[in-house]
C-alpha cells in the first residue's frame, strides 16, 4: 500500500485520513504468471495499481492470432476508460501483485476525496502520453529500430518478458526478432 500512496502523492496532496480511506478500501491481489487481471468481453472486476511484476495487454485480430498491443510494470495505475466491458486482455506475463480497488470501493473514494478524480485524471493523461510516445516512434521504424527503442523504453522488461510476446508487440516473427537480436549483440 506503501508504494500505491508514495505513487499518489506525486499527483497531489492527501491528508492522514484519506489515506486512511483509501487504505480501508483496498485490498491486495497475487496474480500468477499467465493468469489474467481482466479478460476481453466481460466487465473488469478490479481498478489496480501493479506494485510488481509485467502485465501485457492483448487481443486476438480477425485471423484469430494474438497480438500484444503493449506492457505495463511497476507502479503503473490499471483502470479501465469508461464503465463497458474490456476490449483486451490483460494478462501476466511474470508473478503480479496488485494494489485493488472495486468499483464501488473507487466511487467512494471519488465523492469523499476532494480532488481525488483530477489527482487519478493526471496519472491516466502520464500514462497515457507515456504510451503514446512509446508507440508513436514505432510506426514508421524499421524491426531492428523498434527492437532498440523497445530496450531503450522499457529497460526493466526485456529480459523478463518471452521473446514471442515482445515479437508480437513489434510487429514481427520470432525469428525475425532472434535474427536481430544476434546481429546487435
Known amino acids: 500500500m506503501k508504494e500505491f ?3 499518489l502523492l506525486q499527483f497531489g496532496n492527501l ?3 484519506q489515506i486512511h480511506l483509501i487504505s480501508s478500501k483496498a485490498a491486495e491481489l497475487e496474480l500468477p504468471k499467465d493468469e489474467y487481471f481482466w479478460e476481453a ?3 473488469p472486476k ?3 495499481f501493479l506494485v510488481n511484476g509485467i502485465i501485457r495487454v492483448a487481443y486476438y485480430d480477425n485471423k484469430g492470432e494474438e497480438i500484444t498491443k503493449y506492457f505495463f510494470d511497476e507502479n503503473h495505475l490499471i483502470k479501465d476508460w469508461d464503465n463497458f466491458e474490456a476490449t483486451f486482455y490483460l494478462q501476466a506475463v511474470t508473478d503480479c501483485k496488485f494494489i485493488t480497488f ?3 470501493n473507487w466511487k467512494e473514494l471519488s465523492d469523499t476525496i476532494l480532488d481525488w478524480d483530477k489527482m487519478i485524471n493526471k496519472i ?3 500514462h497515457h502520453m507515456e504510451k503514446l510516445d512509446k508507440i508513436g516512434a514505432m510506426i514508421s521504424q524499421d524491426a531492428t529500430t523498434r527492437y532498440l527503442e523497445f530496450l531503450e523504453n522499457f529497460p526493466n522488461m526485456a529480459n523478463r518478458i518471452p521473446l514471442s510476446y515482445i515479437a508480437s508487440y513489434l510487429g514481427i516473427t520470432q525469428s525475425s526478432l532472434s535474427r536481430i537480436r544476434k546481429n546487435i549483440v
Open 102 to 104: 472495486t468499483r464501488k
Open 46 to 48: 478490479h481498478i489496480g
Open 41 to 43: 468481453g466481460k466487465m
Open 5 to 7: 500512496i508514495k505513487y
Open 15 to 17: 491528508n492522514q485520513q
Open 124 to 126: 491516466m493523461n502520464k
